[in-house]
């Protein structure tokens, strides 16, 4: 199983960004896939940014990015996109994706199964 986020980059705050997990070796039928970061000197968040059910679609949102970001999946891609709108310089971190199988989100850190090696976002003027 691979998980290989794409699409971080510098963006200025107020700006916009759209993060990309692409997932192989797995059949994309029932999986929580979610978002993570870890902000500069912190530890890694136990808990999703954002995490969406392949079986059924449902979403979770953490309150920090409700109404910022938005999550969606394409089963046919076996991708998961995380279009991440009115960025703040506090979004600055290192975002990984996440798996893991037949698990409800919002998902947390120490339940999933698969990890990507992570995107680097930074906003910043």
């Known amino acids: 199983v691979q998980l290989v986020e794409s699409g971080g980059g510098l963006v200025q705050p107020g700006g916009s960004l759209r993060l990309s997990c692409a997932a192989s070796g797995l059949a994309f039928d029932d999986y929580a896939i979610g978002w993570f970061r870890q902000a500069p000197g912190k530890e890694r968040e136990g808990v999703s940014l954002s995490c969406i059910s392949t079986k059924d679609g449902s979403t979770y949102y953490a309150d920090s990015v409700k109404g910022r970001f938005t999550i969606s999946r394409d089963n046919a891609k076996n991708t998961v996109y995380l279009q991440m709108n009115s960025l703040k310089p506090e979004d600055t971190a290192v975002y990984y994706c996440?798996?893991?199988?037949?698990?409800?989100?919002?998902?947390?850190?120490?339940?999933?199964?698969?990890w990507g090696e992570g995107t680097l976002v930074t906003v910043s003027s």
């Open positions: 996440a798996a893991d199988f037949g698990t409800p989100c919002p998902g947390y850190s120490y339940a999933m199964t698969y």
